[in-house]
C-alpha cells in the first residue's frame, strides 16, 4: 500500500511539472538560438541613423552594421520585428537577397564570405514599431506628452529585444565590440539624447534636426536608446569628470536643486571604492 500511494504521488508530480514547462516555439528558437547563422559573425559597430516622426509614430532610416566573420558564410541573421518593414539591404553597393521568418531576417551573399574578413552591410527599415502598454513591464516605444504638449518620447526594450524597433543581431552573446553612434532627427524644436557622448547636431533644412551621439565601448544592443522632447542641457566640470544633465525645459530649476547632489554623492563613492569608479563613464542624466 505504501509504495502505491509513493507511485501515484510521483505521477502526480510529474502531471503537475509537466503543466508548468512552457512550450518553446520555432519563433523562441530564432529568437534565442545561436545557429551558425548567428555565430558565424560577430559585430564590430552598430551605426544607426533614423528619422522618428512623433505625430505618425513612424521610424525610417537604416543601421549600417560592420562586423567580422569568425567562420566562412553565405547567409546570416540579423533580427526585425516582423511588422517592420525591410526597405532594402545593400553590401557593397548591391542589393541583397533575404527572407524572412517570424522576426529573424535572413540575407543572403552572393557568395561566401570567408573567415576572419570585415564586412559591411546597411539594413534599411522603416515601420511603426510597437507602443508600450506598460512599460517597463511591456516593451515598445513610449509617447507622452509634457505640460505644455510637446512630444515626450522614450523606449524600452530590455525584456521584449532591441530588434522591437532596429535591426540588430539580438542576442545578448554579442555586443559590438567597438561600440555603436546614435543618430536621430527629430521634429526641430526638440531634442534627442542618446547614449555616450554627444558629437553635435545638424538642422536638416527640412522641419528636422538630427541628434549624434557616438558610444566607444560594447554596449548592450538593448540599452542603445533615444529619449526626444524639449530637454534643455547644463553641463559643470567636477574634478576632471564631465556631468551632462538634460531636463525637460519645465523642470530646470527643480533639476539644478536636485542634482546638486551629485558631487557630494561622488565623493562618497570615490571614498569609498577608489577615483577610478567614474574615470570612463559618461554622465548624463
Not at 509513493?6 to 518553446?24: E, G, N
Not at 524572412?100 to 551573399?109: L, P
Not at 515598445?140 to 509634457?146: A, E, H, I, L
Request: aromatic share 14%; hydrophobic share 35%; with cysteine.
Amino acid at each position: 500500500m505504501k509504495n502505491l500511494v509513493l507511485f501515484l504521488s510521483l505521477i502526480l508530480f510529474q502531471c503537475v511539472i509537466a503543466q508548468d514547462m512552457p512550450t518553446f516555439t520555432r519563433k523562441d528558437s530564432l529568437f534565442g538560438g545561436l545557429p551558425p547563422e548567428r555565430t558565424s559573425y560577430d559585430v564590430l559597430h552598430y551605426d544607426l541613423n533614423i528619422k522618428v516622426e512623433p505625430d505618425r509614430k513612424f521610424i525610417s532610416g537604416y543601421n549600417e552594421i560592420i562586423f567580422k566573420t569568425v567562420a566562412n558564410t553565405q547567409k546570416i541573421q540579423i533580427d526585425l520585428f516582423k511588422n517592420m518593414k525591410v526597405d532594402s539591404i545593400v553590401w557593397s553597393k548591391q542589393k541583397l537577397m533575404f527572407s524572412r521568418e517570424f522576426n529573424a531576417v535572413f540575407v543572403e551573399f552572393p557568395s561566401v564570405l570567408k573567415e576572419k574578413s570585415e564586412q559591411k552591410l546597411r539594413f534599411y527599415f522603416s515601420g511603426n514599431p510597437l507602443i508600450a502598454k506598460r512599460a517597463p513591464w511591456d516593451g515598445g516605444f513610449v509617447y507622452k506628452t509634457d505640460s505644455n504638449g510637446k512630444p515626450w518620447i522614450g523606449v524600452a526594450v530590455q525584456g521584449t529585444g532591441a530588434s522591437l524597433w532596429y535591426p540588430v543581431k539580438d542576442s545578448q552573446s554579442d555586443e559590438p565590440d567597438n561600440g555603436a553612434t546614435i543618430n536621430v532627427a527629430v521634429p526641430t524644436g526638440l531634442m534627442n539624447v542618446s547614449n555616450g557622448r554627444f558629437k553635435g547636431s545638424e538642422d536638416l533644412k527640412n522641419g528636422y534636426t538630427r541628434w549624434d551621439w557616438e558610444v566607444k565601448n560594447p554596449i548592450n544592443t538593448y540599452d542603445i536608446t533615444l529619449n526626444i522632447g524639449d530637454y534643455v542641457h547644463f553641463w559643470e566640470n567636477y574634478k576632471g569628470l564631465d556631468l551632462d544633465y538634460y531636463v525637460l525645459r519645465e523642470n530646470e530649476s527643480k533639476a539644478k536643486t536636485q542634482f546638486g547632489q551629485v558631487k557630494p554623492m561622488m565623493d562618497c563613492y570615490q571614498s569609498k571604492f577608489g577615483p577610478t569608479l567614474f574615470l570612463k563613464t559618461d554622465l548624463s542624466w
